[in-house]
């Protein structure tokens, strides 16, 4: 449904409201945002998507059967997050969206990958389209959308898979072990659903590539003391500390593995080792751990003609670098959406699948287009696919080291791991 009036346009962010302007009586498109408005993840998402929209209406906003149509921001705060949030909640606002607020397609969350999937079924019900560019990086997402692609066709997901982000986990490891001759891990994840698939799949992973797996452990959400299972991989003779974790509490897991010097490359997913304020949070002891930022265009590079004017504009708008997860990505979906609809020319649910399935559309983080189900294409050519970005935190910044075509610079290994290296050489 396109709303025919439009006085002013709110978009809600932490900490206040941010006014976008609106032109008289141009008619509206509603997009429907869920977004966990109390994590960092949330807000990562609601810039991207309050950068792209105020972008997208300063340039005339979207035609749509020869009509210009501003784009209207409906956010709700799900708080899929917070552990203590139950699924029908998150539920409840999301259908609220679509049969309260009346939007006309969705872009945003949940993010957290239970609900990201749980969501599927009432996008089904309602007939809107969802494009899923903030979180739920599951495998069982696209498990899900493959049991029934006519139930669940109104579903795209442009965010993110883990399957593939241990892809990249797994080449860069290669590269590692090809480069300083390392071939033990020890894995150490929360104990959360999306963590405990990215343990699974990087066990097998590694293992094909000749990799020994010499512990595993897991650690509750709410920890904040990691040095148990930090000495453990201190004996366990590990080159390498494999990690996924979005807590808030992750600062002390790379806080605490410098003051033991466990002599392993921290190398994974680590929430708050993403924030461009994490080295003087941990006064430097994050020095020399590697993490997927997830998205490229979230350090300063070239790309895609479009990476570097976003990273400007982000800082320049919000007065810091994109953080990470959910910034590109979303700021991507709405530029995605607006190609779609003008290519249909219409906002039903139909038009807009097919616009989408044959979505080829450079953006951000790379070329967006999506497979037979409904998932962006991840690669390492920007040419052809969406990337992913590894970096690591050298001399107060976040250095992308992988891939290849992205790298702004190369690895450093922590003192105590050169001396343990070349010793044991």
């Not at 498109?29 to 300063?58: D, F, H, K, S, W």
Request: charged fraction near 25%.
């Amino acid at each position: 449904m396109v709303r025919r009036s439009f006085l002013a346009l709110v978009i809600l962010v932490i900490g206040g409201t941010f006014p976008l302007t609106a032109r008289g009586a141009d008619p509206v498109i509603l997009v429907g945002c869920p977004m966990p408005a109390q994590a960092t993840y949330g807000q990562n998402g609601v810039r991207g998507l309050t950068m792209a929209a105020e972008e997208i209406n300063a340039a005339g906003g979207v035609m749509l059967n020869g009509k210009k149509h501003l784009l209207k921001l409906e956010m709700v705060d799900t708080g899929d997050l917070d552990p203590k949030t139950p699924e029908n909640e998150v539920m409840d606002k999301v259908e609220r969206l679509i049969t309260q607020n009346k939007v006309d397609v969705l872009v945003g969350g949940p993010n957290r990958s239970e609900y990201g999937v749980a969501v599927m079924d009432v996008i089904a019900r309602h007939d809107r389209v969802h494009i899923a560019c903030s979180g739920c990086y599951t495998p069982q997402w696209v498990k899900k959308y493959m049991s029934d692609p006519k139930k669940y066709r109104q579903s795209f997901r442009m965010s993110g898979n883990i399957q593939w982000y241990i892809q990249e986990t797994r080449d860069l490891l290669h590269d590692i072990k090809e480069k300083y001759g390392f071939k033990k891990v020890f894995i150490l994840i929360q104990d959360a659903l999306m963590s405990r698939d990215a343990a699974r799949i990087v066990r097998d992973t590694l293992q094909k590539d000749g990799w020994e797996i010499v512990g595993e452990a897991s650690d509750p959400s709410e920890t904040t003391d990691f040095t148990v299972n930090l000495t453990k991989c201190k004996k366990s003779g590990a080159n390498v500390l494999f990690m996924w974790n979005y807590s808030p509490n992750t600062a002390r897991l790379l806080e605490q593995w410098t003051n033991l010097e466990v002599p392993a490359l921290p190398v994974g997913y680590v929430s708050a080792a993403e924030d461009p304020n994490f080295w003087k949070d941990t006064k430097g002891k994050c020095a020399y751990s590697v993490i997927t930022l997830s998205e490229a265009g979230t350090t300063l590079s070239d790309i895609t003609p479009l990476s570097r004017n976003y990273y400007l504009a982000h800082e320049k708008r919000w007065g810091i670098p994109p953080r990470s997860t959910s910034s590109a990505a979303c700021y991507d979906g709405l530029f995605a959406l607006k190609d779609a609809i003008q290519r249909a020319n219409s906002l039903k649910s139909d038009a807009l699948i097919r616009a989408l399935e044959q979505m080829d559309l450079p953006v951000v983080r790379g070329r967006l287009r999506f497979g037979p189900n409904h998932e962006c294409i991840f690669g390492y050519d920007p040419t052809k696919t969406i990337l992913g970005n590894w970096a690591q935190w050298q001399d107060g910044k976040r250095v992308t080291i992988w891939p290849p075509l992205e790298k702004t610079g190369e690895l450093k290994m922590p003192p105590w791991l050169q001396w343990w290296w070349l010793k044991t050489r």
